[in-house]
């Protein structure tokens, strides 16, 4: 018959072993810009703080797996990281939208 400590300690080794963390965050790194891997990190390293004030590995798990679903959709739209650095272009001239436009843009087709 097992003691109680030993009981916890299988608990804890059960949940550690649902990480899924070395492939996925070296998969996640591996795709992103320095500024984005040090974003990961922080996220993590909240999620860590956490998952130990917690006793819990969930938030860990949450923001792994957050950032490696939005991975793979980047990588699975193409043309998504053209507009998404299209958005963020400084040099892009910007005008404000009416609500009419936002509508017409909605319903009418593309040119």
Do not use: C
């Not at 797996?65 to 991975?71: A, G, I, P, S």
């Not at 793979?72 to 998404?84: C, D, H, K, S």
């Not at 404000?96 to 009418?108: A, L």
Request: aromatic share 6%; charged share 35%.
């Amino acid at each position: 018959m097992s003691t109680a400590s030993e009981d916890l300690e299988q608990a804890r080794l059960a949940r550690v072993k649902n990480i899924a963390l070395t492939d996925r965050i070296v998969d996640v790194l591996d795709a992103l810009s320095q500024d984005g891997a040090k974003q990961f990190a922080s996220e993590l390293l909240r999620a860590m703080a956490q998952a130990k004030k917690d006793d819990d590995i969930t938030p860990i798990n949450r923001v792994i797996e957050e950032w490696y679903r939005t991975m793979l959709f980047v990588e699975g739209n193409p043309g998504f990281r053209a507009a998404y650095d299209n958005a963020h272009d400084p040099n892009r001239e910007r005008r404000p939208m009416s609500v009419e436009d936002i509508h017409r843009r909605r319903t009418e087709p593309a040119p």
